[in-house]
């Protein structure tokens, strides 16, 4: 019923600077927040940083004054502004969206939580 498509990630040097972007589709009645995630290898997928429907904004602490994330609600786009890369950022970033969607059985609206495929950052020293 919704899909997220990721998309954005590449090999940057450290210091460099990505965006990353990430587009919800489908019977979407509305977007509550969505998130970027990341996982590198061997270590556990985190939370990066999250937007709320109201436009409020949360970073983890080793992003924060580098990265930001900015939401388009009129188009269920999300983006996520990376600068002065580090290495430590290296990961595959997942976009994760909350929500509610009209199901073709009718009202009231269903529960959503989905993942992007997921797009790889490399960043070398």
């Known amino acids: 019923q919704v899909q997220l498509v990721d998309s954005g990630g590449g090999l940057v040097q450290a210091g460099g600077s990505l965006t990353l972007s990430c587009a919800a589709s489908g019977n979407i009645f509305t977007i509550n927040g969505m998130r970027w995630y990341r996982q590198a290898p061997g270590k556990q997928r985190e939370l990066v940083a999250a937007v709320n429907s109201g436009g409020g904004t949360d970073y983890a602490d080793s992003v924060k004054g580098r990265f930001t994330i900015s939401r388009l609600n009129a188009m269920n786009t999300v983006y996520l502004q990376m600068n002065n890369l580090k290495p430590e950022d290296t990961a595959v970033y997942y976009c994760?969206?909350?929500?509610?969607?009209?199901?073709?059985?009718?009202?009231?609206?269903?529960?959503?939580?989905?993942w992007g495929q997921g797009t790889q950052v490399t960043v070398s020293s």
């Open positions: 994760n969206a909350l929500g509610y969607y009209n199901s073709d059985l009718g009202p009231p609206p269903r529960p959503f939580d989905i």
